[in-house]
């Protein structure tokens, strides 16, 4: 499976961003997807995922400012970012689990003035 992430960069506090990623390859339909983050410093934590029936699970950090939702036919998953503080501020990392586990590459959210 591969994953192509792509939607970071740089907002200031308050504001938001999109992030997608698409994953393609030999997918199996059960599956779950979701973003990871890292902070410089920090270990990789979860930020919310999303299995391929509807669950979804958020990180008590994000709860209320970050939504996930996916496109089961495009074999995407978005994670919409509102209300963005500093902390946010880190390396967003896009992962499946299916019949294996796999990671995008990463893209950099800063949030700053």
């Known amino acids: 499976v591969q994953l192509q992430a792509s939607g970071g960069g740089l907002v200031q506090p308050g504001g938001s961003l999109r992030l997608s990623c698409a994953a393609s390859g030999n997918i199996f339909s059960v599956n779950v997807m979701g973003w990871y983050r890292q902070a410089p410093g920090k270990q990789r934590e979860l930020v919310a995922n999303?299995?391929?029936?509807?669950?979804?699970n958020y990180a008590d950090s994000v709860k209320g400012r970050f939504t996930i939702s996916r496109d089961n036919a495009k074999n995407t998953v978005y994670l919409q970012m509102n209300v963005l503080k500093p902390e946010d501020t880190a390396v967003y990392y896009c992962?499946?689990?299916?019949?294996?586990?796999?990671w995008g590459q990463g893209t950099l959210v800063t949030v700053s003035s």
């Open positions: 999303m299995h391929s029936a509807g669950s979804t």
């Open positions: 992962n499946f689990i299916g019949r294996g586990t796999f």
